[in-house]
């Protein structure tokens, strides 16, 4: 079956550090990849998507690429602020007809000031 | 984005009693939602999906009469865990997808439920 794993956290970073959040998955085919943000208190918000190979999806500065050969869509961001503390999961789909989703556990990120 | 909130956010009950969380829409009308289970340190796993109009898709290995899902309107999706037990106790996270051919989901605040 499909599967996504991500790094464990908490990942603990002081603010304008470099982030990496490592994601690899495990598909029969040629899935959809995504990163899902949820800040404390609200639900999970897409932050960005790629939907083939050596696609690169970013928004608010974060920047994954999906790689095929290595089966990978890491999350990067070249300098972190407090405000992207939160839980980050890496997530797929097979079916953007039917559009469910296969996560990653999350890994949980804070900066510090 | 859309807005989707879930009530209650945390709900406390006896083994043997049935918990109702609803999911809803804000702004927009859904014609598909979704329901997760969290346990702690683990991935959101996929329960069922239903579309409007149409009894809900149960994933392998959750029981339909255990976790009743109503689709009660295109804003309003209704979760029942009917004689709750401990091994129940978990995080239920709800989304809602709007029209055909778009991927992106919104997701509810989620639901965290112990039964004792």
């Known amino acids: 079956g499909n599967s996504v794993t991500q790094m464990e956290g908490p990942v603990t970073l002081s603010e304008e550090a470099f982030l990496t959040i490592n994601c690899t998955y495990t598909?029969?085919?040629?899935?959809?990849l995504f990163w899902y943000v949820q800040y404390p208190g609200e639900g999970l918000q897409l932050l960005l998507k790629?939907?083939?190979?050596?696609d690169k999806g970013s928004n608010k500065g974060f920047e994954a690429t999906y790689r095929k050969e290595t089966t990978s869509f890491h999350l990067e961001k070249g300098s972190v602020q407090v405000s992207d503390s939160a839980v980050y999961f890496c997530?797929?789909?097979?079916?953007?007809?039917?559009?469910?989703?296969?996560f990653g556990s999350g890994t949980r990120l804070q900066v510090q000031p | 984005g859309a807005v989707v909130s879930q009530h209650p956010s945390r709900v406390i009950c006896k083994s043997g009693t049935s918990v109702k969380i609803e999911c809803r829409s804000l702004?927009?009308?859904?014609?598909?939602m979704f329901w997760y289970r969290q346990f702690p340190k683990q991935s959101l796993m996929l329960m069922a999906t239903?579309?409007?109009?149409?009894?809900?898709?149960?994933e392998q290995g959750v029981e339909k009469d255990k976790f009743l899902i109503n689709h009660a309107s295109l804003t309003l999706s209704t979760l029942t865990v009917t004689s709750a037990h401990p091994e129940d106790s978990s995080f239920y996270i709800c989304?809602?997808?709007?029209?055909?051919?778009?991927?992106?989901?919104?997701f509810g605040p989620g639901t965290r439920l112990l039964v004792l």
């Open positions: 997530a797929l789909t097979m079916d953007t007809g039917r559009r469910a989703l296969t």
């Open positions: 598909a029969t085919g040629y899935p959809s």
């Open positions: 790629a939907t083939k190979a050596d």
């Open positions: 702004d927009f009308q859904a014609t598909t």
């Open positions: 239903s579309n409007e109009g149409s009894k809900a898709t149960y």
């Open positions: 989304s809602l997808a709007p029209g055909e051919g778009q991927e992106t989901q919104y």
